[in-house]
């Protein structure tokens, strides 16, 4: 069961459309999909409340457990931010983020947008 409530979440987004799914194979995957099947539009964020078949960085694969969240985010393009950069800018912000509203003193980011 969500201990958040849709709804509001889609509201909190706002201009990010919300695509949530309980299990994924892949939120990058998918978000391929969708964009492939023209059903996604930027920006977007792709949600999974439990991911079988996630991809790291050199081939590794990955799953996320119970309680975890798996996030892809799908942004318009803009040519001032290198593709390559946006990663890491949203690592580094979500880290800024999650340490400004939260009392967690040792919250770390993992190469190069894992929290």
Same mark, same amino acid.
């Given at each position: 069961?969500?201990?958040?409530?849709?709804?509001? !979440?889609?509201?909190? !987004?706002?201009?990010?459309? !919300?695509?949530?799914?309980?299990?994924?194979?892949?939120?990058?995957?998918?978000?391929?999909?969708?964009?492939?099947?023209?059903?996604?539009?930027?920006? $977007?964020?792709? %949600?999974?409340?439990?991911?079988? @078949?996630?991809? &790291?960085?050199? &081939?590794?694969?990955?799953? @996320?457990?119970? &309680? @975890?969240?798996? %996030?892809?985010? $799908?942004?318009?393009?803009?040519?001032?931010?290198?593709?390559?950069?946006?990663?890491?800018?949203? &690592?580094?912000?979500?880290?800024?983020?999650?340490?400004?509203?939260?009392?967690?003193?040792?919250?770390? !980011?993992?190469?190069?947008?894992?929290?």
């Amino acid at each position: 069961m969500n201990r958040f409530r849709l709804d509001d !979440l889609r509201k909190r !987004l706002k201009p990010f459309r !919300l695509y949530f799914y309980p299990r994924l194979r892949s939120t990058n995957d998918h978000a391929a999909t969708l964009r492939r099947d023209g059903r996604l539009y930027c920006p $977007a964020v792709v %949600v999974a409340g439990h991911q079988i @078949s996630g991809r &790291g960085r050199g &081939g590794n694969t990955w799953w @996320s457990g119970t &309680g @975890s969240l798996t %996030v892809t985010f $799908a942004l318009p393009t803009d040519e001032r931010i290198p593709a390559h950069q946006v990663p890491l800018i949203a &690592g580094v912000a979500l880290h800024r983020a999650i340490s400004g509203l939260t009392s967690i003193s040792d919250l770390k !980011l993992k190469w190069p947008n894992d929290i």
